[in-house]
């Protein structure tokens, strides 16, 4: 058995190279003392290293710090223009994009309608990339897709030619990297949610977790060990299409149709279950956030008392007071039953029991699959969990663990703005970042 190989004198100065880069990226401009010191190397070595990096343009003066009287001393800085990254969010709808610098400072953002048709595509995507105005060609290019791209053949699935026109060809990222000229990864637009709650958000810090992104669509993303699960397929997560009691299966919908966990719970399903509580709303956000609305102008007792389990009813007199469940009474609600009085005349208790439905709608699907991958967090984030906001999140935790064994901890996203764009670029910045950060190693 042949022992250890020496590190060679490339291969050491390759991985300091690397370590003064990530120190600089992290910690911002820094002196040859401060690099020297975090990454343990000599001021002679320190030196030989800056000199190397500047000349291979990844690192750039920034100016001079006084010290102490008479002791100055030069700042170096990552060179942001030393490569870019970019993501594209490209829905039924649109196409989004967004280029960051080395740096991941945001140097433009632009947006275009969804392709039509098949011949459309990649000129769409060139136009929103080149709308957002990069300073040079990105290194790679992330897009996120409603669908989920198999490993195995190259080709998208969970998505119909009809909803995505021009994105069923083999070897697909192939073919989008000739089309744009640059190299392209496609991820699952849920899957890179997750992706940026991991790095800045709700999940930072936690290896197991799953997010549940909870819009007009039904998704999932799961992290298992701190990487992301995506299948044999690329399909873990699809949960819309997961069997769910009460709702149409794939045998009477069809594999593409409204059926399963999507039918229960997709914001078409919201809107219905709200409104048949009498909660009215353009949309299933608007119908979720008016429900909210309600609890909160009936005061503090009503949301506490929902939260609870007890839907807080108004009597004639103005007097609040706590609805209680029927022993032993069954219903066809997957919401834990209340009596029929306590509801009537109420609009606070209607919207209530309206939002405990939801949630409770939202714990069955989450039971089934925290019962298979037992993860220590869940994070809801989409447009029908941001417009109940914390009332809502409650309400789902409450009845997730009513049905539950492992009582994961239930959490609102904390990422703002596009989290697809977010989380394509966390990604696309990460391998920018190691091609970069590995250009010095032997061999690269």
């Known amino acids: 058995m042949s022992g250890p190989v020496p590190g060679t004198p490339?291969?050491?100065?390759?991985?300091?190279?690397?370590?003064?880069?990530?120190?600089?990226?992290?910690?911002?401009?820094?002196?040859?003392?401060?690099?020297?010191?975090?990454?343990?190397?000599?001021?002679?070595?320190?030196?030989?290293?800056l000199s190397r990096l500047q000349e291979a343009?990844?690192?750039?003066?920034?100016?001079?710090?006084?010290?102490?009287?008479?002791?100055?001393?030069e700042v170096y800085r990552l060179n942001p223009e030393a490569a870019y990254a970019a993501a594209l969010d490209v829905t039924f709808t649109r196409v989004e994009a967004r280029v960051a610098d080395l740096t991941g400072?945001?140097?433009?953002?632009h947006a275009v309608p969804a392709p039509a048709t098949p011949d459309e595509?990649?000129?769409?995507?060139?136009?929103?990339?080149?709308?957002?105005?990069?300073?040079?060609?990105?290194?790679?290019?992330?897009?996120?897709?409603?669908?989920?791209?198999?490993?195995s053949t190259g080709r998208l699935g969970y998505a119909t030619a009809e909803e995505m026109p021009g994105w069923h060809v083999d070897d697909l990222e192939k073919a989008l990297s000739d089309g744009l000229g640059v190299p392209v990864s496609v991820e699952n637009n849920v899957n890179l949610v997750a992706v940026a709650e991991?790095?800045?958000?709700?999940?930072?810090?936690?290896?197991?977790?799953?997010?549940?992104?909870?819009?007009q669509g039904i998704g999932s993303a799961i992290v298992l060990g701190g990487r992301m699960h995506r299948g044999a397929t690329g399909g873990a997560g699809e949960v819309g299409y997961m069997p769910a009691p009460g709702a149409p299966t794939a045998r009477e919908a069809g594999q593409y149709g409204d059926h399963g966990y999507q039918a229960l719970t997709g914001g078409a399903a919201v809107l219905r279950v709200l409104r048949a509580h009498g909660v009215e709303g353009a949309d299933f956000r608007?119908?979720?956030?008016?429900?909210?609305?309600?609890?909160?102008?009936?005061?503090?007792?009503?949301?506490e008392d929902l939260r609870a389990g007890h839907p807080t009813h108004t009597g004639p007199d103005g007097a609040q007071?706590?609805?209680?469940?029927?022993?032993?009474?069954?219903?066809?609600?997957?919401?834990?039953?209340?009596?029929?009085?306590?509801?009537r005349g109420s609009q606070s208790a209607r919207a209530a029991s309206g939002?405990?439905?939801?949630?409770?709608?939202?714990?069955?699907?989450?039971?089934?699959?925290?019962?298979?991958?037992?993860?220590?967090?869940?994070?809801?984030?989409?447009?029908?969990?941001?417009?109940?906001?914390?009332?809502?999140?409650?309400?789902?935790?409450?009845?997730?663990h009513a049905l539950t064994i492992p009582q994961p901890l239930v959490r609102l996203s904390e990422v703002a703005g596009n989290p697809v764009l977010a989380g394509g670029l966390d990604l696309a910045l990460k391998i920018v970042r190691d091609e970069v950060f590995g250009a010095t190693l032997p061999g690269s």
């Open 10 to 49: 490339s291969l050491l100065r390759a991985i300091n190279d690397r370590a003064a880069l990530r120190a600089l990226l992290e910690r911002g401009p820094l002196t040859r003392l401060e690099i020297g010191t975090l990454t343990g190397l000599s001021k002679p070595t320190a030196s030989q290293l």
């Open 57 to 73: 343009g990844l690192v750039v003066p920034d100016g001079i710090r006084e010290g102490l009287p008479g002791r100055t001393a």
């Open 105 to 109: 400072t945001v140097v433009g953002e």
């Open 121 to 151: 595509l990649v000129d769409r995507l060139c136009a929103a990339l080149a709308g957002a105005r990069p300073p040079e060609p990105p290194r790679r290019v992330v897009i996120g897709v409603q669908a989920a791209l198999d490993p």
């Open 198 to 215: 991991q790095a800045h958000g709700a999940a930072r810090g936690t290896p197991d977790f799953v997010l549940l992104w909870a819009d």
């Open 286 to 303: 608007e119908a979720v956030a008016n429900a909210v609305r309600r609890l909160e102008a009936d005061g503090t007792a009503a949301l």
């Open 321 to 343: 007071r706590a609805a209680t469940a029927t022993d032993g009474a069954e219903t066809a609600s997957l919401v834990t039953p209340v009596t029929e009085s306590a509801l």
């Open 355 to 400: 939002l405990r439905e939801v949630a409770a709608r939202l714990a069955v699907g989450l039971a089934a699959i925290t019962s298979v991958v037992d993860p220590g967090l869940i994070v809801v984030t989409g447009g029908v969990v941001l417009a109940g906001g914390e009332p809502l999140r409650a309400l789902i935790e409450r009845e997730l």
